[in-house]
C-alpha cells in the first residue's frame, strides 16, 4: 500500500513559479513509477508528468514541455513537480499518483489515470491572468 499527499498548491500569476510536492508513504516508494496529473473543471483527468522509480526516465505532456520538471527523491518518499512560466490554463487540481510498474521506454500506460493504483487526494493550482 501506498498513501500519497501532495501539497504546495495556490495561486500564481501568469508567468511565475510553483513547486508541488507528493510525499507518499511505504517502503517501496523507491520502486513505484510517479505520476502527476491534473484535472481543470469541467474537463477529465489529464496526464502532466511522470518518472521512473530510478529517475532515469521522464515523460511529459506536449503542453508543459520545457517549463515543467518532475523529480523525486527517494530519501524522502518525495516527488515534486517544479512548473515554471505558468499559464491560467495550467489551472487545475494537481493529483499525485503512482504504481509499480515499471516505467520502460517504449511504453505508454503511464498517460492514463487507470494506469495507476494509487492517488492522492489533489491539490488547486490556480494561475490568473
Known amino acids: 500500500q501506498v498513501q500519497l499527499v501532495e501539497s504546495g498548491g495556490g495561486l500564481v500569476q501568469a508567468g511565475g513559479s510553483l513547486t508541488l510536492s507528493c510525499a507518499a508513504s511505504?517502503?517501496?516508494?523507491?520502486?513505484?513509477?510517479m505520476g502527476w496529473f491534473r484535472q481543470a473543471p469541467g474537463k477529465e483527468r489529464a496526464f502532466v508528468a511522470a518518472?521512473?522509480?530510478?529517475?532515469?526516465?521522464?515523460r511529459y505532456a506536449d503542453s508543459v514541455k520545457g517549463r515543467f520538471t518532475i523529480s523525486r527523491d527517494n530519501a524522502k518518499n518525495t516527488v515534486y513537480l517544479q512548473m515554471n512560466s505558468l499559464k491560467p490554463e495550467d489551472t487545475a487540481v494537481y493529483f499525485c499518483a503512482a504504481d509499480a510498474t515499471f516505467l520502460r521506454i517504449g511504453s505508454s500506460w503511464y498517460e492514463v489515470p487507470e494506469g495507476y493504483d494509487y492517488w492522492g487526494q489533489g491539490t488547486q493550482v490556480t494561475v490568473s491572468s
Open positions: 518518472l521512473s522509480w530510478s529517475g532515469g526516465i521522464t
Open positions: 511505504g517502503r517501496t516508494f523507491s520502486s513505484y513509477t
